[in-house]
Structures are given as structure tokens and as C-alpha cells.
């Protein structure tokens, strides 16, 4: 058993039907740490193609969990931060490779101000281009050009490029308001102590929530350009979701909208989406009956519409489990 803060950073991974992404991920992480006391922590999440026997066989120094069916990413994550000992908790995908030496510098970064929060670091795609999945906390003024046809009407419009950071060339420390959690490493000490995530997000928005949790708090999150981390984005498991999960995210944005905007505004954004959603499928209409588009992709898009005006994820926590309530399961920490 490790002593509290025996360890320097406890890394959690969950893991989904990605078996050999995750192999690579674990690998990598021998040489990214460096000289950095780690704790590895695998949740699977009810994945049938071997990779609990995977980490079992051939990485017996991680610490597995494993969960009999989907509990969703903020569920699992949640399981293994109970299980964390370290001083930093790194929240990493299994679609990445982490750089050699990363996770020693990011460590260095926060160990050097006690006053900074937590530290992302660069991705990469395969190619080396840079992902720009480093964003501002969402706003009006970016959700409007971000989520709706106003992105497609104008597609260098300021504020999506504010939103997105396009500007930010990345080269030196940068101050980031919604780092993802495809790499992320938070200081332990200013964690809630019962769960990292709210589990009514199960799969997107609970890494912004949590982030807005920071930020609403004076906590700040920074960029460090020396960490690099090539990330396979969105081979995680979210391309299994119906196209690509985006209308999961909209009804998480809703919810995230109603939790820190207050009712009347989730209202007012529901309304927008649902009206954006009637001029999309009213121009796809119109695509069918000019022959460049099928009745079936109308109909498939008709559904994907209706899903959001109603909220009904495509993610279901499996039916023995409460997310209502599922905060409130774990009231220890080890």
C-alpha cells in the first residue's frame, strides 16, 4: 500500500475497446516520467477485446479496475481517483503517447508555484501538426459562432478562433482556461476529496465542468510547451457513439449551461440549438429534393435532431446505477 503523497503523480487512465492504443500509451509512459514517482491506474470499462488481460499480462505495475459494463468516463475516473495517492493527479487518454520526459517537466512545472493549478501540454497528431483541443471556457459569444450555422456562414469569425485559441502559437507558457483531459495534471491538494467528476456529464462536459469548477475558484490552468503528447484524437472509444457523439456533447453543453448559467439560460440555449437544428434539417430538405442528398440521410439526420431537442443521449449508465446519486457513493478518500 502507498502512504499518502508517497508517490508524486497518480495517472488514471480509462480505458474503453482499445487495446492496442492503450499498449502504446502504457509503454510510452516508461520514458515520459522520467525520474518521477508514478502511480498507473487502468479503469476498463466493460471492453471485449482483451484489454483488461492486456494490462494484466503485460504491465503488471499498473493498478486495474475493472468494471463488468460502460460506466461512462466521468464514473470511471471517479472510481480511480478514490485510489489515488499522489501530490498530482495526470488524467490521460489511452489514445496517447506521451514525449520522453514530459510528465517530469509538467511535475517540475507545478512543483515550482504552489500558486498554479494544473498543466497541460502540447498535442500532436500523428503528423506533429498541432490539435487545437486547448479552448476558452464556453461563452455566449463563442457557442453562438461555435455550435450553430453561424460557423459554416462565417468560418473565420473571431470568436471561433478565441474559442479554439487559433492564435496562440503554443511556444512559451500559456494560460488555458479548458485544458482537455486527454492530458491533464491537476494539483491533488485543491481537488474536491469524495469524486473529480460530476457524473451527470457522463462522457462530455465533465472536464469543462470541473475546469469552470477551478477557474470559478481563482485556480488557473497553463500550457507547457517542453510536454508534448502525441494524441490519436478521438479514437478513445467516442467514435463508437453515433456520429462521433456530437449531439451528446450539445446535450451536455445544455446541462452545463443549466448547472453554472442558471435555468433561464440552458432555456434560451436549448431554444437556439433546437432552431439551428430546424434551419439544418430544413436545408438538408432541400438538398434531397434537388437529388444531392438520400431520404435516408434526411431521415438519419431528423433523429440525430430530435435526440437533441429532447436530450436523449445516446450513453446510458447501465440500469443498476444512479447518476443522480452517484456522488454520493464514495464519501472517503484512502
Not at 247 to 257: E, P, T
Amino acid at each position: 500500500m502507498f502512504q499518502e503523497h508517497e508517490v508524486d503523480v497518480s495517472i488514471i487512465i480509462v480505458n474503453w475497446n482499445t487495446r492496442d492504443l492503450l499498449r502504446s500509451c502504457l509503454q510510452a509512459l516508461a520514458s515520459a516520467r522520467g525520474g518521477v514517482r508514478a502511480q498507473v491506474l487502468v479503469v476498463d470499462n466493460g471492453s471485449i477485446d482483451g484489454s483488461p488481460m492486456l494490462v494484466a499480462e503485460e504491465f503488471p505495475w499498473v493498478e486495474l479496475v475493472k468494471n463488468s459494463e460502460n460506466v461512462g468516463f466521468a464514473r470511471a475516473n471517479n472510481q480511480a481517483y478514490q485510489r489515488t495517492r499522489g501530490r498530482y493527479v495526470l488524467l490521460l487518454n489511452p489514445d496517447t503517447e506521451m514525449r520522453g520526459g514530459s510528465i517530469e517537466l509538467m511535475v517540475e512545472f507545478l512543483d515550482a508555484d504552489s500558486q498554479r493549478a494544473g498543466v497541460t501540454a502540447v498535442l500532436r497528431n500523428p503528423d506533429g501538426t498541432v490539435q487545437r483541443y486547448h479552448k476558452r471556457l464556453p461563452r455566449w459569444r463563442y457557442v453562438l459562432f461555435s455550435e450553430t450555422i453561424l460557423r459554416n456562414l462565417f468560418p473565420r469569425n473571431r470568436w471561433t478562433r478565441a474559442f479554439y485559441m487559433h492564435d496562440e502559437p503554443f511556444q512559451s507558457m500559456t494560460e488555458v482556461e479548458q485544458p482537455p483531459a486527454a492530458c491533464l495534471m491537476l494539483r491533488q491538494s485543491i481537488l474536491a476529496p469524495s469524486s473529480l467528476f460530476d457524473e451527470q456529464f457522463p462522457i462530455f462536459y465533465n472536464d469543462v465542468d470541473l475546469c469552470r469548477w477551478l477557474y470559478d475558484r481563482g485556480h488557473r490552468l497553463f500550457l507547457l510547451p517542453g510536454a508534448e503528447v502525441m494524441h490519436h484524437g478521438g479514437a478513445g472509444g467516442v467514435c463508437e457513439l453515433p456520429d462521433q457523439g456530437i449531439i451528446d456533447s450539445l446535450i451536455g453543453l445544455v446541462r452545463y449551461y443549466r448547472k453554472h448559467e442558471g435555468p433561464l439560460c440552458a432555456g434560451v440555449l436549448w431554444l437556439i440549438l433546437t432552431t439551428n437544428s430546424l434551419l439544418v434539417l430544413g436545408g438538408g430538405l432541400g438538398k434531397v429534393l434537388l437529388g444531392r442528398r438520400s431520404p435516408q440521410w434526411w431521415g438519419h439526420e431528423f433523429a440525430k435532431r430530435v435526440r437533441l431537442a429532447i436530450g436523449q443521449e445516446a450513453f446510458h449508465y447501465p440500469k443498476d446505477m444512479n447518476p443522480d446519486l452517484m456522488s454520493c457513493v464514495v464519501t472517503c478518500r484512502h
